[in-house]
């Protein structure tokens, strides 16, 4: 069974500063995705990012960066110079590729979330 | 592209009374969509995937009998909590998977329904 662990409850720190949220994850599948999002207060979840399990290229969006590392089932996402808009809880998740949904992508499993507080 | 939206956004009921939520992707074909509960302050939970045409497949610890899901087009799934009572109280979302086999692994969330019983 597939699992995702979010070991930081929640993060705080000084606007301009780097924050980098962990996860962790377990699957025995070898074709996998792994997420993030982001949800605002207002519950709706904003898509960040989606890495398959074969590409384990790092990725730079802007202030944002992604860590994967398939040696220690990690995908990492780094906040370069945080803003208080970043503040709000992030979710890391993970899909597999089999089951019940006709060979597509699974339902997500997500981790706990981490509540990040950007402050001023 | 890739709209998802759900309704109501918020419910309101009385114990015992059944609650119908609504899942519809605007511009796209979904053969499956995932139905997820958060507790507040909690993590989303997978509760079923419905598949078009088919029986949902529920996650284990969840009552198909209380939560009665139809997906009986492209575009619509029902979640329907029956009987229901204060613990059944939690933000609901829906997701939608664009395309069908290997290649689609897009989910498209709705913004969620927050229902309340009383």
């Known amino acids: 069974a597939q699992k995702v662990t979010q070991a930081q409850t929640e993060i705080s720190v000084v606007e301009k500063e780097d924050v980098t949220l962990d996860c962790v994850y377990e699957?025995?599948?070898?074709?996998?995705?792994l997420f993030w999002y982001k949800q605002p207060p207002s519950g709706e979840l904003v898509f960040l990012i989606r890495?398959?399990?074969?590409?384990?290229q790092n990725e730079i969006s802007g202030r944002y960066s992604w860590n994967f590392q398939k040696s220690t089932s990690s995908f990492n996402f780094t906040i370069t110079a945080s803003q208080v808009v970043d503040s709000a809880v992030y979710f890391c998740?993970?899909?597999?590729?089999?089951?019940?949904?006709?060979?597509?992508?699974?339902?997500?499993?997500f981790g706990k979330g981490t509540h990040l507080i950007i402050q001023p | 592209g890739a709209v998802v939206s759900q309704h109501p956004s918020w419910v309101i009921c009385k114990s015992g009374t059944s609650v119908k939520i609504e899942c519809r992707s605007l511009?796209?074909?979904?053969?499956?969509m995932f139905w997820y509960r958060q507790f507040p302050k909690q993590s989303l939970m997978l509760m079923a995937t419905?598949?078009?045409?088919?029986?949902?497949?529920?996650e284990q610890g969840v009552e198909k009998d209380k939560f009665l899901i139809n997906h009986a087009s492209l575009t619509l799934s029902t979640l329907t909590v029956t009987s229901a009572h204060p613990e059944d109280s939690s933000f609901y979302i829906c997701?939608?998977?664009?395309?069908?086999?290997?290649?689609?692994?897009?989910?498209?969330f709705g913004p969620g329904t927050r229902l309340t019983v009383t």
């Open positions: 419905s598949n078009e045409g088919s029986k949902a497949t529920y």
């Open positions: 998740a993970l899909s597999e590729a089999s089951g019940n949904s006709g060979g597509g992508a699974d339902g997500l499993t």
């Open positions: 997701s939608a998977r664009r395309g069908i086999g290997r290649v689609s692994y897009e989910q498209y």
């Open positions: 890495r398959n399990s074969f590409d384990e």
């Open positions: 511009d796209f074909q979904a053969t499956t």
């Open positions: 699957t025995r599948d070898t074709t996998y995705y």
